[in-house]
């Protein structure tokens, strides 16, 4: 498995904020992602941000919006730009490890947004 | 496109007994499955994943089956615990190989 921490584990922001989440990996990997999950949703998968490359959006998801960086294999940001009350959700950060199948998650960040 | 579907009305079961969850899938046969248990707040917990040519799979008090046939997972607990009250994802890889993930049934054990 794969031990993931992320921070803030929650936050309250204001309407018009920016917020930047991190995510920490306890070993070097690939393939990281990050979701979203919207109250009484399932998750939804934002963007693959895999080291050396460009972060990969899904449909309705946009680089200006949520910004991502990959410095390295053990680490990643995710921010949520000019935030709105539709913003509030759990992010997600969840990694493959290389040449397994089975994704891990990390505990989630909880936003709310005023 | 491909679609999971997990039933969305909560499983109401007494302690002791099997609880028995569905995943059904619309098209193609993914590669492979995964279930996950998420607690309220908190991200989601890998179980098991089961692969296409995997009739069954087990760890603990836990099982999953994949019927390609049916397009078709289920996934047993047995022996329930009133601990083992959470929501239950069951996801699969698409085309681009990404996890795409049903709604999740949501499980009561009660003692």
């Known amino acids: 498995s794969a031990v993931i921490s992320q921070k803030p584990s929650r936050d309250i922001c204001q309407r018009g904020t920016s917020l930047t989440i991190q995510c920490q990996v306890d070993?070097?990997?690939?393939?990281m992602f990050w979701y979203r999950q919207q109250p009484g949703q399932s998750l939804t998968l934002i963007a693959t941000?895999?080291?050396?490359?460009?972060?990969?959006?899904e449909s309705g998801f946009v680089i200006d919006k949520f910004p991502i960086s990959r410095p390295n294999l053990t680490f990643s940001t995710l921010t949520v730009s000019n935030m709105s009350p539709e913003d509030s959700s759990i992010y997600l950060c969840?990694?493959?490890?290389?040449?397994?199948?089975?994704?891990?998650f990390g505990p989630g960040t909880r936003l709310t947004v005023l | 496109s491909q679609k999971i579907e997990q039933n969305s009305e909560a499983l109401n079961i007494q302690e002791g007994k099997t609880a028995t969850l569905t995943c059904n899938y619309t098209?193609?046969?993914?590669?492979?499955l995964q279930w996950y248990r998420q607690d309220p707040g908190r991200g989601p917990v890998f179980l098991l994943l089961?692969?296409?040519?995997?009739k069954e799979k087990r760890k603990e008090r836990l099982k999953v089956t994949f019927d390609t046939t049916l397009k078709q997972s289920l996934f047993h607990i047995t022996a329930s615990q009133p601990a083992d009250s959470a929501t239950y994802l069951c996801?699969?890889?698409?085309?681009?190989?990404?996890?795409?993930f049903g709604g999740g049934t949501r499980l009561m054990v009660k003692p």
């Open positions: 969840s990694v493959r490890r290389d040449s397994y199948n089975e994704q891990f």
């Open positions: 070993s070097q990997v690939t393939m």
């Open positions: 941000a895999n080291q050396g490359s460009e972060a990969t959006y």
């Open positions: 098209n193609y046969s993914p590669a492979y």
């Open positions: 089961i692969r296409e040519n995997e």
């Open positions: 996801a699969h890889n698409n085309a681009g190989n990404m996890l795409t």
